[in-house]
T-cell receptor
């Protein structure tokens, strides 16, 4: 089965700083999804990547999928307290998604 | 858009009782819904795939008699935790796939606490 490894496990950054979260797959990715979860709440869809080398941006968040389609990164520029939460990468497993363990982000003033 | 509603958001029950959690797709029809479980500080684990009009497909290690899933309509799937025990306490999240879309929409989750 496909395993997704996320790093770091947790991250504390000062407001205004940039940060990067990584997601590495044990197998070739045929799609990679990024979601954000507020503590104790549901998941909010951020972005989906499918092609090797693809990069997408939304507001201050940029996600990339490497050419080999085994690693994705999520980059946040000029972090804000509203970016705090758990970031999860997910890969298709049938019609469902298989998720990594998540990266917990805390943004301090 | 695609909106998925889950109810209740929080439920506390006594050990041995059964609890039903509802998952509704509000503005689209979902032939397939998914139920996940999340333990504190851990990722989401897929429990089962709920198929409208047919039996659910359970992941390995998930007791189908413990976690009853019913998907009687194109907008509603229910998860019933039967004879709940404290170890069943968890955060349960459902998701649905809108026809023609390739993005799963998630409900807000239901936190179950079994005393």
């Amino acid at each position: 089965s496909q395993e997704l490894e996320q790093s770091p496990q947790s991250l504390i950054v000062q407001e205004g700083k940039n940060l990067t979260i990584n997601c590495t797959s044990s197998k070739t990715l045929y799609g990679l999804y990024w979601y954000k979860q507020k503590y104790g709440e549901g998941l909010i869809f951020l972005m989906m990547l499918q092609k090797g080398g693809e990069e997408k941006s939304h507001e201050k968040i940029t996600a990339k999928l490497d050419e080999k389609k085994q690693q994705s990164s999520l980059h946040i520029t000029a972090s804000q307290p509203s970016h705090a939460g758990i970031y999860l990468c997910g890969a298709p497993s049938g019609y469902a998604l298989n998720f990594g363990k998540g990266t917990s982000l805390l943004v301090t003033p | 858009g695609a909106v998925v509603s889950q109810h209740p958001s929080r439920v506390i029950c006594k050990s041995g009782t059964s609890v039903k959690i509802e998952c509704r797709s509000l503005d689209f029809q979902a032939t397939t819904m998914f139920w996940y479980r999340q333990f504190p500080k851990q990722s989401l684990m897929l429990m089962a795939t709920s198929n409208e009009g047919s039996k659910a497909t359970y992941e390995q290690g998930v007791e189908k008699d413990k976690f009853l899933i019913n998907h009687a309509s194109l907008t509603l799937s229910t998860l019933t935790v039967t004879s709940a025990h404290p170890e069943d306490s968890s955060f349960y999240i459902c998701s649905a796939l809108k026809g023609g879309a390739n993005v799963l929409t998630f409900g807000a989750g239901s936190r179950l606490t079994v005393l």
